[in-house]
T-cell receptor, first 115, second 111 residues
Framework: KQEVTQIPAALSVPEGENLVLNCSFT??????LQWFRQDPGKGLTSLLL?????REQTSGRLNASLDKSSGRSTLYIAASQPGDSATYLC??????????????FGKGTKLSVIP | EPEVTQTPSHQVTQMGQEVILRCVPI?????FYWYRQILGQKVEFLVS????????KSEIFDDQFSVERPDGSNFTLKIRSTKLEDSAMYFC?????????FGSGTRLTVV
C-alpha cells in the first residue's frame, strides 16, 4: 500500500527566502505526482504535475523535482511571499492495477511566510 | 480556466439522515472522483467513476455510500444514513488523462 510522507509538517520563514518542501513515497511504481496548495477551509489548487518519466516541472517561482527510483519529490519556492502561506500537499497516482485511478496524499506542510 | 463546481459549500444534517452532495465536473473530463478530508487528517480517496460505473473504491466507501451521474453534467455522492464520523470536507475531482482538478469542497457537519 502506497504511503506518502511530507517533511517538515510546518515551516515558518521570513519573506524573500527560498525554501524546499519534501515529499517521499514508498512505492516507486507511480504514474505521476502532483503538488497542491490548500488554503484554510478551502479546496485543493493544483500547482504542478510531474509525469513519472519527467525529472522536473516549473511554474513561475515554483519548481518541482521527481526522483522516482528513490521515492522522493521536492517543491522549491523561490523568493517566498506572505501570499504563499498555505498548506502544500503532495499526492501520487499509482502506475497500474489496483490504485491506478486514485491519488494518495501526504499530510501536507503548513507554510507561514512572515512579512 | 475550467472549474469543478460543488454544492452546497456547507451542509448540516442530523445523524441518520440522508445527504446528497453535488458536483459538476469539467465538461470534457471522463474520470470523476470523490475524496474526503476529516479535520486535521489526510485527504482520503473514496471512489472513482468512469464510463458510468465505479472503477475503484476504498474501504471507506461502504454500503452507506453511493455515486451517480444522473445526467450529462452532474455527479453526486449520496450518504444514506449519516453518522457523526462522516463529518468531513468532501471534495469532488475530475480528470481527462493526467492531472486532477478539484472542486472547492462541501463541508458536511453531522450533529
Amino acid at each position: 500500500k502506497q504511503e506518502v510522507t511530507q517533511i517538515p509538517a510546518a515551516l515558518s520563514v521570513p519573506e524573500g527566502e527560498n525554501l524546499v518542501l519534501n515529499c517521499s513515497f514508498t512505492d516507486s511504481a507511480i504514474y505521476n505526482l502532483q503538488w497542491f496548495r490548500q488554503d484554510p477551509g478551502k479546496g485543493l489548487t493544483s500547482l504542478l504535475l510531474i509525469q513519472s518519466s519527467q525529472r522536473e516541472q516549473t511554474s513561475g517561482r515554483l519548481n518541482a523535482s521527481l526522483d522516482k527510483s528513490s521515492g522522493r519529490s521536492t517543491l522549491y519556492i523561490a523568493a517566498s511571499q506572505p501570499g504563499d502561506s498555505a498548506t502544500y500537499l503532495c499526492a501520487v497516482r499509482g502506475d497500474s492495477g489496483a490504485g491506478s485511478y486514485q491519488l494518495t496524499f501526504g499530510k501536507g506542510t503548513k507554510l507561514s511566510v512572515i512579512p | 480556466e475550467p472549474e469543478v463546481t460543488q454544492t452546497p459549500s456547507h451542509q448540516v444534517t442530523q445523524m441518520g439522515q440522508e445527504v446528497i452532495l453535488r458536483c459538476v465536473p469539467i465538461s470534457n473530463h471522463l474520470y470523476f472522483y470523490w475524496y474526503r478530508q476529516i479535520l486535521g487528517q489526510k485527504v482520503e480517496f473514496l471512489v472513482s467513476f468512469y464510463n458510468n460505473e465505479i472503477s475503484e473504491k476504498s474501504e471507506i466507501f461502504d454500503d452507506q455510500f453511493s455515486v451517480e451521474r444522473p445526467d450529462g453534467s452532474n455527479f453526486t455522492l449520496k450518504i444514506r444514513s449519516t453518522k457523526l464520523e462522516d463529518s468531513a470536507m468532501y471534495f469532488c475531482a475530475s480528470s481527462a488523462t493526467y492531472g486532477y482538478t478539484f472542486g472547492s469542497g462541501t463541508r458536511l457537519t453531522v450533529v
